[in-house]
């Protein structure tokens, strides 16, 4: 009995045992995934750490304010993402931040618009995406900033509204949208577009004062098939310093080098809410162009004004950008040839007439009003000193004799220089009986370039023999 009892118990005993081990089997089973799991969590976390690493660490600035202070949509709270290391940033985790019916936007290159970086000083990654509406591929597309935290949430600080231009504005290029970045504080928001000739431009936007303008921009042009005919321009528009780049026709590839550096007024900054993916001076220059009766369309170096013709009635107007609407000069002679700037955007020279006798007459753009009125020869031939202190041009005078006066008008051409502080004229080249001066430019604002005509009669004819000279001016 003891024996048949005794073999009944280890039999249950093998039993239990041969189910503990299977059971156990089973559990690392399950074990395995989690572990698997839990290795991929670790990594994750140490590529974050070691791209925080290599990230400049930004200036902590006290006085700006944190994203709590901040007005701002209701606050999600996405999982941290890993920081940007150059790949295409993993997204998923920020679908509640991309508003309904719209997707987020691709660069030209297929990449994901969206940047990473320190936006408002405080040390805590801020967040940048552009997003479009999928159904309409003509619609403007909206700039979307995001503060970050420290608990890893974002606070929408602004939803820009068109500020990024659409996929066909790029015209034969394509997508014009380039690039989205945010470096030195700024978002960068970068376009490209054109065909044979191609243009570029690139918008800084910051936020201060408890709102985002625009702060700076660079726009450039060149041509696909001449490399000489490039051109770049740099502006600060804090603080109005410029830089102009011009392609450098000694260099076989048309390198663009500096031709010019300066500072030009400062102007009413660009709120990014009133951005639609150009500066004012561009839209208003495309609205005019686009209205067929609008001629003579010359924006001011400084871009601050624009001087048009309409067509119709022969009706002359300035335009401030900043301004909703232009103005229209009163008393421009008729029929417009050029309007001519000076360096620094101060005065205008309206050229017209409608033979080589010439008027010129000077504008000041900030009132619209006529200052003075001078006579010349040569469309156009008038320019102002690079100082902006004077004009130069030639002139006629057809009450002392010439020996051309049987063949020409005009009578003896003189070089005139004008000074725009009194409004006095000078003749620093006086014509002669067979002697002429004409055709003059400035080459820095102590010396003028011209060309000197000889004048003789040979055989019942006229002849000229022309010689380039130089001279410098009196002080």
């Given at each position: 009995m003891q024996s048949r009892l005794f073999r009944h118990t280890m039999k249950w005993l093998m039993v239990m045992t041969f189910l503990a081990a299977a059971v156990g089997c089973e559990k690392l089973t399950e074990d395995k995934p989690g572990a698997t799991k839990k290795d991929a969590s670790q990594q994750q976390e140490d590529t974050k750490q070691n791209a925080e690493a290599s990230q400049p660490q930004p200036q902590t600035q006290t006085q700006a304010p944190s994203p709590s202070q901040l007005a701002s949509a209701p606050q999600f709270k996405p999982q941290p993402e890993p920081q940007q290391t150059g790949a295409l940033q993993d997204i998923r985790n920020l679908s509640s931040l991309i508003p309904a019916g719209k997707e987020l936007s691709l660069l030209s290159n297929g990449q994901k618009a969206i940047a990473h970086g320190d936006l408002n000083k405080d040390g805590i990654d801020d967040l940048a995406i552009i997003v479009e509406d999928p159904k309409e591929s003509m619609t403007e597309r909206d700039l979307i900033l995001y503060f970050g935290n420290a608990t890893g949430a974002y606070e929408q600080s602004i939803y820009a509204k068109e500020a990024i231009l659409c996929k066909d504005c790029g015209g034969v290029y394509g997508d014009p949208l380039d690039d989205l970045s945010i470096n030195n504080n700024t978002v960068l928001v970068s376009f490209h577009g054109g065909s044979s000739e191609r243009w570029y431009s690139k918008y800084r936007f910051q936020y201060r004062d408890r709102d985002w303008v625009l702060i700076g921009y660079t726009g450039g042009s060149y041509h696909t098939m001449d490399v000489y005919l490039g051109e770049e321009e740099d502006i600060n528009l804090l603080t109005g310093d410029f830089v102009l780049k011009k392609s450098d026709k000694n260099d076989p590839a048309g390198k663009l080098i500096q031709t010019e550096k300066g500072k030009r007024p400062k102007r009413k900054l660009v709120k990014l809410s009133e951005f639609k993916g150009k500066i004012y001076d561009e839209t208003v220059i495309e609205r005019l162009e686009a209205d067929k009766g609008n001629r003579d369309i010359t924006p001011s170096p400084d871009r601050q004004f624009v001087f048009f013709t309409k067509e119709k009635n022969e009706t002359h107007f300035l335009w401030n950008i900043d301004e909703a609407q232009p103005k229209e000069i009163i008393g421009i002679a008729s029929r417009v040839g050029h309007a001519i700037w000076s360096p620094n955007s101060k005065w205008l020279l309206v050229d017209s007439g409608t033979s080589p006798i010439r008027t010129g007459q000077l504008v000041?753009?900030?009132?619209?009003?006529?200052?003075?009125?001078?006579?010349?020869?040569?469309?156009?031939?008038?320019?102002?000193?690079?100082?902006?202190?004077?004009?130069?041009?030639?002139?006629g005078s057809e009450e002392l004799p010439s020996v051309k006066d049987h063949y020409v008008d005009g009578g003896r051409i003189s070089i005139i220089v004008l000074d725009l502080r009194t409004g006095k004229e000078q003749i620093v080249k006086q014509g002669t009986e067979t002697v002429d001066y004409h055709f003059p430019k400035w080459k820095d604002d102590g010396q003028i370039s011209y060309t000197k005509i000889t004048n003789s009669v040979a055989h019942g004819e006229l002849v000229q023999t022309d010689t380039q000279e130089t001279m410098k001016l009196d002080e």
């Amino acid at each position: 009995m003891q024996s048949r009892l005794f073999r009944h118990t280890m039999k249950w005993l093998m039993v239990m045992t041969f189910l503990a081990a299977a059971v156990g089997c089973e559990k690392l089973t399950e074990d395995k995934p989690g572990a698997t799991k839990k290795d991929a969590s670790q990594q994750q976390e140490d590529t974050k750490q070691n791209a925080e690493a290599s990230q400049p660490q930004p200036q902590t600035q006290t006085q700006a304010p944190s994203p709590s202070q901040l007005a701002s949509a209701p606050q999600f709270k996405p999982q941290p993402e890993p920081q940007q290391t150059g790949a295409l940033q993993d997204i998923r985790n920020l679908s509640s931040l991309i508003p309904a019916g719209k997707e987020l936007s691709l660069l030209s290159n297929g990449q994901k618009a969206i940047a990473h970086g320190d936006l408002n000083k405080d040390g805590i990654d801020d967040l940048a995406i552009i997003v479009e509406d999928p159904k309409e591929s003509m619609t403007e597309r909206d700039l979307i900033l995001y503060f970050g935290n420290a608990t890893g949430a974002y606070e929408q600080s602004i939803y820009a509204k068109e500020a990024i231009l659409c996929k066909d504005c790029g015209g034969v290029y394509g997508d014009p949208l380039d690039d989205l970045s945010i470096n030195n504080n700024t978002v960068l928001v970068s376009f490209h577009g054109g065909s044979s000739e191609r243009w570029y431009s690139k918008y800084r936007f910051q936020y201060r004062d408890r709102d985002w303008v625009l702060i700076g921009y660079t726009g450039g042009s060149y041509h696909t098939m001449d490399v000489y005919l490039g051109e770049e321009e740099d502006i600060n528009l804090l603080t109005g310093d410029f830089v102009l780049k011009k392609s450098d026709k000694n260099d076989p590839a048309g390198k663009l080098i500096q031709t010019e550096k300066g500072k030009r007024p400062k102007r009413k900054l660009v709120k990014l809410s009133e951005f639609k993916g150009k500066i004012y001076d561009e839209t208003v220059i495309e609205r005019l162009e686009a209205d067929k009766g609008n001629r003579d369309i010359t924006p001011s170096p400084d871009r601050q004004f624009v001087f048009f013709t309409k067509e119709k009635n022969e009706t002359h107007f300035l335009w401030n950008i900043d301004e909703a609407q232009p103005k229209e000069i009163i008393g421009i002679a008729s029929r417009v040839g050029h309007a001519i700037w000076s360096p620094n955007s101060k005065w205008l020279l309206v050229d017209s007439g409608t033979s080589p006798i010439r008027t010129g007459q000077l504008v000041d753009p900030a009132s619209g009003k006529i200052i003075l009125e001078v006579s010349y020869i040569g469309a156009g031939q008038i320019s102002f000193s690079p100082d902006n202190s004077r004009l130069l041009y030639a002139r006629g005078s057809e009450e002392l004799p010439s020996v051309k006066d049987h063949y020409v008008d005009g009578g003896r051409i003189s070089i005139i220089v004008l000074d725009l502080r009194t409004g006095k004229e000078q003749i620093v080249k006086q014509g002669t009986e067979t002697v002429d001066y004409h055709f003059p430019k400035w080459k820095d604002d102590g010396q003028i370039s011209y060309t000197k005509i000889t004048n003789s009669v040979a055989h019942g004819e006229l002849v000229q023999t022309d010689t380039q000279e130089t001279m410098k001016l009196d002080e």
